[in-house]
């Protein structure tokens, strides 16, 4: 009787002790997958003293319309790959990091496009960024870079974003090379405010100072052409007079030929 009364009590034990642990598991699991919904979006611009391309307002926004609002919906059912993909096909957008925390809080890291040129054609502005993936000017914000106008060979629909067409190419890196020239060279870079297409080929280039034409010509020996340009900027014009010259040709090997009072005055380099 007494072995009888020890086995139901130890029975009853076993049975009690098992109800609370899947009662404690089912609460522990329950709390856990209350930690796994997704509470709120936090968007940081990794890049935002350069270039105000994207806000984190936009971005949220976008989250939020790719399929319907994420603040409430469980983690395993969010798609951060796809999230990443979506975002990264804004033209603005170079690359972006989304993840999730342990507490539900979704955390996106921007980086921006960062062009160095502005191309305007007859499909409409563009940037070219410094991967010369070219993107649409955007209504919020205005990079400002040296603008390239006149007779451009590209073919540009309007709204295109993404890298050249092959036959594109070859101007394309060449005019970046003039671009990323300036963007090293911060000196230039605040100088030169246009360059224009010539029907031709040639580059030519308006300082922000001064109404002196530039003509750069084909972009190639860059670095040699702006030393020139230094040469006449230091040691002819301050000795001749600024007001005297209305063009200086670098395109020369060898020499720099200033017009004059509508006649030209070739100079041989020293």
């Given at each position: 009787?007494?072995?009888?009364?020890?086995?139901?009590?130890?029975?009853?034990?076993?049975?009690?002790?098992?109800?609370?642990?899947?009662?404690?598991?089912?609460?522990?699991?329950?709390?856990?997958?209350?930690?796994?919904?997704?509470?709120?979006?936090s968007v940081?611009?990794?890049?935002?003293?350069?270039?105000?391309?994207?806000?984190?307002?936009?971005?949220?926004?976008?989250?939020?319309e790719y399929?319907?609002?994420?603040?409430?919906?469980?983690?395993?059912?969010?798609?951060?790959?796809?999230?990443?993909?979506?975002?990264?096909?804004?033209?603005?957008?170079?690359?972006?990091?989304?993840?999730?925390?342990?507490?539900?809080?979704?955390?996106?890291?921007?980086?921006?496009?960062?062009?160095?040129?502005?191309?305007?054609?007859?499909?409409?502005?563009?940037?070219?960024?410094?991967?010369?993936?070219?993107?649409?000017?955007?209504?919020?914000?205005?990079?400002?870079?040296?603008?390239?106008?006149?007779?451009?060979?590209?073919?540009?629909?309007?709204?295109?974003?993404?890298?050249?067409?092959?036959?594109?190419?070859?101007?394309?890196?060449?005019?970046?090379?003039?671009?990323?020239?300036?963007?090293?060279?911060?000196?230039?870079?605040?100088?030169?405010?246009?360059?224009?297409?010539?029907?031709?080929?040639?580059?030519?280039?308006?300082?922000?100072?001064?109404?002196?034409?530039?003509?750069?010509?084909r972009p190639?020996?860059?670095?040699?052409?702006?030393?020139?340009?230094?040469?006449?900027?230091?040691?002819?014009?301050?000795?001749?007079?600024?007001?005297?010259?209305?063009?200086?040709?670098?395109?020369?090997?060898?020499?720099?030929?200033?017009?004059?009072?509508?006649?030209?005055?070739?100079?041989?380099?020293?």
């Open positions: 009787m007494f072995k009888r009364i020890l086995t139901y009590t130890g029975i009853t034990l076993l049975v009690a002790m098992a109800a609370a642990y899947f009662c404690f598991a089912a609460r522990l699991f329950a709390d856990k997958s209350g930690e796994r919904i997704c509470k709120m979006v940081e611009i990794l890049d935002s003293t350069l270039n105000k391309f994207v806000s984190k307002e936009e971005v949220v926004k976008l989250i939020n399929d319907g609002p994420v603040a409430g919906k469980s983690c395993d059912n969010i798609n951060l790959g796809n999230l990443e993909l979506m975002l990264n096909r804004r033209s603005a957008i170079r690359e972006s990091q989304v993840s999730l925390t342990r507490d539900g809080l979704m955390k996106v890291e921007i980086t921006q496009r960062r062009p160095l040129l502005r191309i305007e054609t007859s499909g409409g502005g563009f940037y070219i960024d410094e991967f010369e993936y070219i993107f649409p000017l955007s209504e919020s914000f205005t990079s400002y870079v040296p603008v390239v106008s006149g007779h451009i060979p590209l073919d540009l629909n309007a709204g295109f974003r993404g890298e050249a067409e092959d036959e594109d190419t070859p101007w394309i890196t060449k005019i970046m090379e003039l671009g990323r020239f300036l963007n090293e060279n911060p000196f230039w870079g605040a100088m030169i405010e246009q360059i224009y297409v010539a029907e031709n080929g040639d580059l030519i280039l308006s300082p922000k100072v001064g109404e002196i034409k530039i003509i750069l010509g190639d020996d860059i670095e040699q052409k702006f030393r020139k340009l230094l040469a006449f900027y230091r040691n002819i014009a301050p000795e001749k007079g600024w007001t005297r010259y209305c063009e200086v040709n670098l395109k020369y090997k060898g020499q720099i030929v200033c017009k004059l009072n509508n006649t030209p005055l070739k100079i041989k380099e020293s």
